[in-house]
Nanobody, 120 residues
Framework: QVQLVESGGGSVQAGGSLRLSCVAS????????MNWYRQAPGKQRELVAA???????TYAESVKGRFTISGDNAKNTVYLQINSLKPEDTAVYYC??????????????WGQGTQVTVSS
């Protein structure tokens, strides 16, 4: 079992910043990648940023230059620094991990989500 716990969400004004954290715990062999998704009301869940265990990162076009994903492999933790927040960034942000729970078994794991609300 792998547990992902997010923290750091909240309510901020436009232009503000937040730092989200996600810690993976439990029993697993290796984490391949950790990702941040978000889901706004009435919209589909979308990938906003991803980081591999080797440190390679990718971003959605809508967040490039404002969001920064980083990771600490030793702590099994991924961070999402969100700057210059816009009202359209309002969503529940979910942590996702691509995990080998055993040397042969690969799982897609999700956290419970953390709410980010941006007011204009």
């Amino acid at each position: 079992q792998v547990q992902l716990v997010e923290s750091g969400g909240g309510s901020v004004q436009a232009g503000g910043s937040l730092r989200l954290s996600c810690v993976a715990s439990g029993s697993f062999f290796r984490i391949n990648a950790m990702n941040w998704y978000r889901q706004a009301p009435g919209k589909q869940r979308e990938l906003v940023a991803a980081i591999t265990s080797g440190g390679s990162t990718t971003y959605a076009e809508s967040v490039k230059g404002r969001f920064t994903i980083s990771g600490d492999n030793a702590k099994n933790t991924v961070y999402l620094q969100i700057n210059s927040l816009k009202p359209e960034d309002t969503a529940v942000y979910y942590c996702n991990a691509d995990v080998f729970t055993t040397i042969l078994r690969r799982n897609d794991c999700w956290g419970q989500g953390t709410q980010v609300t941006v007011s204009s």
